[in-house]
């Protein structure tokens, strides 16, 4: 057996699908006669609150923030050179997609890099607009939860970082 994760009330976490939460706390549950340990998560930006049992923790993706130089590694790879791939958009879409939902902060900030879109460049489809937007929301809330500033900071430092590197 896997040893349990250390997640305490009041940490910050990031869940593969739904970005970064705050652990509420820990409670036990009886689920089907068994009891449960369950970890509370509240995502406040989608108002939503996630049980995840913590035997699960681990496989379910479930992880700690990531720490400054694991986001500097991140930003690294935002400031880097945009590499799309001439597949068709669907199966980019896809895989921009398993990105965005796999938690991991380099991988979403390369969908954020890819759909980056210049003044200067044509305009993005609703479906690319979409995506991008869903991973740089992810990537500047935990950027955001890392730094220890608002979102919408978190927010503009990303998109500024993305225009010098576009320039």
């Known amino acids: 057996m896997s040893k349990k994760p250390?997640?305490?009330?009041?940490?910050?976490?990031?869940?593969?699908?739904?970005?970064?939460?705050?652990?509420?706390?820990?409670e036990e549950q009886e689920i089907a006669g068994e009891k449960l340990e369950l970890i509370v998560?509240?995502?406040?930006?989608?108002?939503?609150?996630?049980?995840?049992?913590?035997?699960?923790?681990?496989?379910s993706g479930l992880r700690s923030l990531s720490s400054p130089d694991q986001m500097k590694e991140a930003l690294k790879t935002?400031?880097?050179?945009?590499k799309v791939r001439r597949t068709m958009w669907?199966?980019?879409?896809?895989e921009y997609e398993a990105k965005i939902n796999s938690g991991d902060p380099v991988a979403i900030a390369e969908v954020v890099r890819d759909l980056f879109r210049n003044a200067n460049q044509p305009d993005q489809?609703?479906?690319?607009?979409q995506l991008y937007q869903a991973a740089l929301n992810r990537l500047a809330r935990e950027f955001a939860a890392v730094e220890a500033i608002d979102e919408e900071d978190a927010t503009v430092k990303l998109e500024d970082m993305l225009q010098k590197a576009a320039a």
Not at 20 to 25: E, F, P, T
Not at 78 to 82: D, E, H, R
């Open 6 to 26: 250390a997640f305490s009330k009041g940490d910050h976490v990031v869940y593969p699908t739904h970005g970064v939460g705050k652990i509420q706390g820990i």
């Open 41 to 59: 998560i509240e995502f406040d930006k989608d108002r939503m609150v996630l049980r995840v049992p913590s035997a699960k923790a681990e496989q």
């Open 78 to 82: 935002l400031k880097g050179k945009s």
């Open 90 to 94: 669907s199966r980019r879409a896809q």
């Open 125 to 129: 489809s609703y479906s690319e607009r």
